[in-house]
């Protein structure tokens, strides 16, 4: 289906140039990056040290009773251990948002979520059965027991109660079926879960009661934990405020639905925010400043200016377009780890799907290239969605850059206009390509299938997807 | 669906394999091991200074003559060193008649929380049993209650050795 491939410039060099010059491989030296590998490897070696510390203090296992609780305990140590692992993705580390990227934490968060959860239930199970084995007495008795003799175990049978309903409702927000905001205030009733859930890991857990080291290390990680979500999630956004004093300068709507908000403020610069980055945006105006949202940037930074750009996909993004100019503006970032310094290849396709047009269009202006060594595809499902065409052709023309509008439904089309044969056909070399991807989850995931049936390689797909 | 099958099925394979190592070990070594092998020694010296005072009350006639036990049909009642285990001392009192055991009882166990209560009600009734019907110090350890166990057979063996059986 070629006919529904618009290009929209030549790709024809400028005589006078270009933007940027194309300088391909490791982006310099920016703020610190950590490699989702690495962070894989530290989360697994600490699961490592959790079953040792089991493994170096359980003597032998005798029969069912002794098996049984001892199943309970390993799991039981894993959701501890997970619990800090959850929160710690979610502290805002600066290194890993600019390294793995908030989009790709949320994904490990949601993942970890499920399994902790489970983990938190086998471990309930398991200890009840186990000791109801080893006491010789029923489930129903030995659970009674448990929750009115055991010292702290009822707190954390409400903790785990709460991890439950917080799973719940993640899987139903993941449905559609919650909105964002009922959603985000549900998920604060994990910090309180583990805190509940805390003290009957050294009042009656096998491993730390008998062990001072363990219990100092244990209780250490979760006080670094602890203090890293402090940091990061309060005291860094407070000083950024006070600091950068951030005010809506303009707002203007760009299509249906869609607005773009300037915001202002002094010091801009030491953010270090990149092309393709976003920030959690809080405006202190009547029924929005009680939640937080992240957009991204729709244009480069500039000095004392911030431009984000967005679409009414929740009550939230809807009630941006009645925004006054000089409203005061909350914002914590910047966050996101899709911008140049992902990039390994000499040329790059920039593909943008609805409003993920926002951090295509800022690293569009802003990613090192060569007349002719960058595309952006911008697909939409109607005329009206298309955002930013003045802007987009005049960069494309001013870079020497390509740029197509794939416009229409798909059923309309009749075809994905988005296959890898397509895609093979009007991007010559797609396989030395760096991608980057950023859509809708469902397209996302169908473009990252065929760009790999094309035949790039998964290190050169670079995506983010704006879901919760 | 496939990861979360894998997730399911990884998880308790290693639970399984981690658990079953652990199982393994023990019935390799057929007696349970002494709680900590270093403190039941430890504790034997210092346990034996201590045992006089401790059993000046009732079985103190008893105990302290045990030299003349060569005395056939007389009852005594010896007590055993407490062995110390990570939960608290395990302290067992026998009584012998014609080189039998004929009733055994701790006297001092771990009741310190709520599960040790709970284990030690079922596994120190099954022990002094134990301890009757063997007439040694080679018994089963209660399964769930390893380190009990292994305190009362250190101590059960401490009174057995002073009773000279």
């Known amino acids: ?44 070696a600490g699961a490592l040290a959790a079953i040792l510390l089991w493994w170096h203090q359980t003597p032998s296992i005798h029969g069912l009773g002794d098996w049984l609780t001892n199943a309970g305990r390993l799991t039981g140590l894993l959701a501890g251990y997970g619990v800090v692992v959850l929160v710690a993705l979610m502290a805002r580390l600066p290194p890993l948002e600019r390294g793995v990227g908030a989009d790709q934490l949320a994904r490990w968060h949601a993942m970890g979520g499920r399994y902790t959860v489970c983990l938190v239930v086998t471990h309930a199970l398991l200890i009840t059965w186990g000791y109801a084995v080893t006491a010789h007495t029923g489930i129903i008795s030995q659970a009674n027991a448990l929750l009115m003799s055991y010292p702290d175990v009822l707190m954390a049978t409400v903790g785990a109660l709460l991890f439950v309903g917080v799973g719940i409702s993640s899987a139903r927000a993941a449905r559609r079926r919650l909105r964002y905001e009922t959603w985000y205030y549900l998920h604060f009733y994990t910090y309180l879960a583990i805190a509940l859930a805390f003290s009957h890991q050294f009042a009656v857990g096998a491993q730390f009661m008998t062990s001072l080291p363990a219990r100092v290390f244990w209780g250490g990680l979760y006080a670094c934990v602890a203090a890293a979500i402090l940091w990061y999630r309060f005291v860094t956004p407070a000083r950024q405020a006070a600091r950068h004093r951030m005010r809506v300068i303009s707002v203007r709507r760009e299509a249906p639905g869609v607005v773009s908000v300037v915001i202002g403020g002094r010091h801009l610069q030491e953010l270090r925010a990149e092309s393709g980055q976003f920030f959690r945006w809080r405006f202190l105006a009547r029924g929005l400043w009680w939640v937080s949202s992240p957009y991204s940037l729709s244009a480069p930074p500039e000095p004392g200016r911030l431009r984000i750009t967005v679409k009414a996909l929740g009550e939230h993004s809807h009630a941006l377009a009645r925004l006054r100019p000089g409203t005061r503006v909350l914002a914590e970032g910047p966050y996101g780890a899709l911008t140049s310094a992902m990039r390994s290849q000499r040329r790059v396709l920039l593909i943008a799907g609805g409003v993920g047009i926002t951090p295509m269009r800022a690293l569009f202006q802003t990613l090192p290239a060569r007349p002719g060594d960058l595309t952006l595809v911008y697909r939409a499902s109607e005329p009206g969605d298309v955002v930013f065409r003045d802007e987009l052709e005049r960069l494309a023309r001013a870079r020497g850059a390509r740029l197509f509008f794939v416009v229409g439904r798909r059923a309309d089309l009749g075809q994905d206009p988005l296959s890898a044969a397509t895609l093979r056909a009007r991007i010559p070399g797609l396989d030395q390509h760096d991608v980057y991807v950023c859509g809708p989850a469902g397209m996302t995931s169908a473009v990252i299938r065929e760009l790999r049936t094309a035949g790039v390689h998964r290190r050169h797909i670079h995506h983010e997807s704006f879901e919760f | 669906m496939r990861r979360v099958i894998l997730a399911i099925v990884g998880t308790a394979a290693g639970l399984v394999v981690l658990l079953s190592f652990k199982t393994h070990s023990t019935s390799a070594a057929a007696t349970p091991p002494a709680a900590i092998s270093g403190t039941s020694g430890t504790s034997g010296t210092s346990g034996q200074a201590s045992t006089p005072a401790g059993s000046s009350g009732g079985s103190s006639s008893s105990s302290a003559s045990s030299s003349p036990s060569s005395i056939a049909g ?91 059986l």
């Open chain 1, 1 to 44: 289906m070629r006919h529904n491939w618009i290009m929209s410039s030549t790709t024809m060099a400028p005589r006078h140039g270009y933007l940027a010059t194309g300088a391909p491989g490791p982006s310099p030296a920016g703020p610190p990056r950590t490699q989702p590998a690495t962070v894989l490897t530290v989360i697994a």
């Open chain 2, 74 to 164: 007389a009852a005594k009642t010896v007590t055993g060193t407490a062995a110390d285990t990570i939960y608290g001392p395990v302290q067992v009192q026998i009584t012998v008649k014609n080189g039998k055991v004929t009733a055994a009882q701790a006297v001092q166990y771990p009741q310190g929380s709520p599960r040790d209560q709970q284990i030690n009600s079922y596994a120190i009734p099954v022990l002094n049993q134990e301890a009757v019907s063997a007439s040694s110090a080679s018994i089963d350890a209660v399964s769930g209650a390893t380190y009990t166990s292994g305190g009362y057979v250190t101590s059960l063996q401490s009174a057995l050795d002073k009773a000279a």
